[in-house]
Nanobody, 128 residues
């Protein structure tokens, strides 16, 4: 299984980016995709998740109303649409895959070690 995160870049405050997490070599019917981010000098933060179990989603309070996670089954890709970006959104963004029947509960991101696969990060820089 390989995960490929892409779509990062440099954007001005208030701008938008769409990150993609493409999975290959993966055939399980049940999975959860999580987006995490880590800024320099800060701890990793769970940003958003999508689960195939009930098509549920979850968002960190810091991104609610600005970020939207979605799935394209035909492309085996999960997207993170990020709108109204702020300087504090600057970080390396990672996607991770958990195989099995997982749900996007309130503490879904508390156990990153429980994810089975991780993609390489993509840098998001929000700056004027």
């Amino acid at each position: 299984v390989q995960l490929q995160a892409s779509g990062g870049g440099l954007v001005q405050p208030g701008g938008s980016l769409r990150l993609s997490c493409a999975a290959s070599g993966f055939a399980s019917r049940n999975y959860l995709i999580g987006w995490f981010r880590q800024a320099p000098g800060k701890e990793r933060e769970a940003v958003s998740c999508f689960t195939n179990a009930d098509l549920g989603t979850a968002y960190a309070d810091s991104v609610k109303g600005r970020f939207t996670i979605s799935r394209d089954n035909a492309r085996d890709t999960v997207y993170l649409q990020m709108n109204n970006l702020r300087t504090e959104d600057t970080a390396i963004y990672y996607c991770a895959l958990g195989v099995g029947l997982w749900y996007c509960t309130s503490n879904w991101g508390d156990y990153p070690a429980g994810f089975d696969y991780w993609g390489k990060g993509t840098q998001v820089t929000v700056s004027s």
